[in-house]
Structures are given as C-alpha cells and as structure tokens.
C-alpha cells in the first residue's frame, strides 16, 4: 500500500476519483493486499475503504452501518423524486450489509427488495437516465 499510496492523502484522491471501487481493490489483490485476511483481524462489518485507511494509515474504522447512518442523516436524498429516494436508501442499506462493490454493480436491480419495484430501466428513469443515475450513485459514494 504504502508503495503505490505514499500518503491518505494520494489514496483518498484516487479512492474519490474511480468510476468503481471494485477496481481499485482488484488492483490492490494483485498487489498482494488480501482484504478478507484484514477483514478476518479487524471486523466483518467494516468496509474495504475503512480496512485499508485503518491498516495502512492508522485510521479509525467506522462500520458500514455507521457511514450509512451518517449520509441518511445529512439528508442527502431530499433532491430526488420518491422513487429514486427509495432505490438510494436500499442502495445506501444494501452497502450497510455487504460493501461498496456490490452496489456498483447493475446486477443489484435484480436483487430484493429493487427487483419488486419495477425493472431496471424503469428505476433507471427514475433518476432521469443512466447517465443520472451514475452520477447519483457516485454522489452517494462520496458521501460514503
């Protein structure tokens, strides 16, 4: 980490800067940065972000729950219509459970409960396109 990452300063810059998150940590992985041995030593409910910042930066962990706790309390979502408010908060809650990866991933409209709220195109629209929707959901990463 250290090597590729000489600062939290240079890794935050490129953490907020990825299209995808998933990425960076695969990138990481063949560097020989294993995050379930981390996650293993640390705790089950922290974030990569979190892991990484903690082990190699010192920095104290917050769990998924509580970076999701914190963004529904800045009330981030109040710009958005009903039916995307809802999609982010099950995003936001589904982050909580298993990480940042798994949002990325189109595939999460598929998935209880967003699949019973219409197709994926449908919650797409919702945010005006896709191009809306990525920026929203990098919107609700960075504030992650």
Not at 13 to 26: E, M, N, P, V, Y
Not at 81 to 86: D, K, P, T, V, W
Request: aromatic share 10%; with cysteine.
């Amino acid at each position: 980490m250290r090597k590729d990452y000489a600062s939290l300063d240079q890794f935050l810059l490129r953490w907020s800067k990825a299209d995808r998150k998933a990425a960076i940590l695969h990138e990481l992985e063949e560097h020989g940065v294993l995050l379930e041995p981390l996650s293993d030593e640390v705790g089950k409910d922290f974030d990569a972000f979190d892991l990484i910042c903690h082990v190699a930066f010192d920095q104290p962990p917050l769990t998924r729950r509580e970076r999701a706790d914190q963004v529904k309390k800045r009330n981030y979502f109040a710009k958005y219509g009903e039916q995307a408010r809802q999609v982010l908060e099950i995003l936001l809650d589904k982050y909580a459970d298993t990480g940042i990866e798994n949002i990325e991933d189109i595939k999460i409209f598929t998935l209880d409960p967003l699949k019973t709220m219409g197709t994926a195109s449908e919650l797409v629209s919702a945010f005006g396109g896709k191009p809306a929707y990525m920026t929203a959901l990098q919107e609700l990463e960075t504030h992650l």
